[in-house]
């Protein structure tokens, strides 16, 4: 089987309107193949489902009745529901990427290599395909949510946005995932690097608790971090009057740029898999 070489830049400019439908339409069909996945096996979003409610049920009750930490206006298990939010998207994508080792011990991911996709297709496919994981989260927390009485904001351009956030979020921590992947090779490497950077992501974040209770180090180390700036953009679209820390276009700004980044670069490592 022949390797694919990726079409060149005259190619691409020759008819850019078709270089780009047939680009959106490979990967819209790998996010289709993700979501077969998901129909034929949903314990794997139900497992998920678990821990999530622990944090909101347990932690987020306790420490709300308990009022260690100052959350200004905000109960606390309201203040951390985007945060649990998106702690819960991080842990469905940090470890996309051991899917990626699979399907290439499986002999799939060769089989994607030899057809003519650009490499960032099969990179951005597999992200939206996190995103698409990461909404279901979504759906359990909002109901969760209305069950323990937390005050949200419900209008159709807040949720929208929350999608949004989601999905982003899950798309670049899924392919940061890839390129790790793609460097260590082997799953025991990934389970390891997977585990060492999801506490370090969460914690070093403003999921739990405000930045301004971090010691001046951490809120350095929190302005560098991507999960800051999806759990900022979460808290300012589903709290009624929350601030932000940052502001919504910076949030965005952040995610979108770090996402599309990783792609760049996951587009140049995936191909690595199979070497």
Partial sequence: MGKYEAPGRDERLADPLLYLRRYVTKTWAL???EAQKLRHDPTELLTRMVQPALWLVVFGEVFTRANMINTGAYPYVDYITPGILSQSVLFVAIFYGIAAIWERDLGILHKFMATPTPRTALVLGK??????RGLSQVVMILVLAVVLGVRLVWT???LLGILAVVILGASLFATLSLIIAS????RERFMGIGQLLTMPLFFA??????LSLMPPALQAVAAWNPMTY???AARSLMLPGYPGAFGLPMDFAVLVGC??????VGGRCYEGLVR
């Fill in 183 to 186: 460097l260590v090779k082997t």
């Fill in 31 to 33: 996010v289709v193949m």
């Fill in 156 to 158: 159709p351009l807040a």
């Fill in 259 to 264: 996402t599309a980044l990783l792609i760049l």
């Fill in 230 to 232: 999806m759990v900022d």
């Fill in 127 to 132: 992200a939206l395909s996190a995103g698409l």
């Fill in 205 to 210: 974040s403003n999921a739990i608790y405000p």
